[in-house]
């Protein structure tokens, strides 16, 4: 089925590019980890484990109840086993690496397109900056919390917590509650 937005040209620089990407080291390293998660039941119920807990730990929150003590204390060893895990650890890393990536390269295409000219590296990088510090959802709302799938307004300790569903998340900015994540997307503040 074809995509009638793309004409014949547009259609084959995208499939270029997108074989382009499948073909990056970074890109390639990044799946092996992914898999090498998948293929390890230990780490995958570890994983699973410390996300159904900090969902219900969420969700507990959201009904108005707090955790207790013993539920944080609770929560953190588990995030601290997933963290210490070296096949969840590569599995997180790589995601992270993934969506920044992905997010780095929706940032041209849309500056390209919208604007009808190649933006610079520092023009991207300037775009990515602001909607990181208009919105601390990132590149998920596009820096307009009006437009997050979810909650964007929660905070702990007096920061402000990503919770529109996981996207655009850069250095030291990750997605509290697991809350509209797909593969890839979880939990990692701890801050329930």
Do not use: W
Request: net charge negative.
């Amino acid at each position: 089925m074809s995509n009638t937005s793309l004409t014949p040209e547009l259609a084959k620089l995208t499939s270029e590019l997108a074989h382009g990407f499948t073909q990056c080291q970074k890109v390639v390293s990044a799946h092996a980890r992914i898999r090498l998660f998948f293929q390890s039941p230990d780490a995958t119920a570890l994983y699973r484990k410390a996300e159904d807990f900090g969902e219900e730990l969420r969700n507990k929150q959201m009904a108005g109840m707090a955790p207790s003590d013993e539920e944080i204390a609770k929560f953190n060893e588990l995030r601290q086993s997933v963290v210490d895990n070296d096949v969840c650890r590569g599995y997180l890393e790589a995601r992270m690496e993934l969506d920044e990536l992905l997010s780095t390269v929706n940032q041209y295409l849309c500056m390209a397109i919208n604007n009808g000219t190649v933006p610079t590296d520092e023009e991207v990088a300037e775009t990515l900056q602001q909607q990181m510090s208009s919105c601390s959802c990132g590149g998920g709302c596009s820096g307009n919390c009006d437009d997050c799938d979810s909650d964007c307004d929660h905070k702990h300790d007096g920061e402000h917590e990503c919770c529109c569903g996981g996207h655009g998340h850069e250095d030291g900015h990750e997605c509290c509650g697991g809350h509209g994540h797909g593969e890839g997307h979880e939990c990692r503040c701890g801050k329930h």
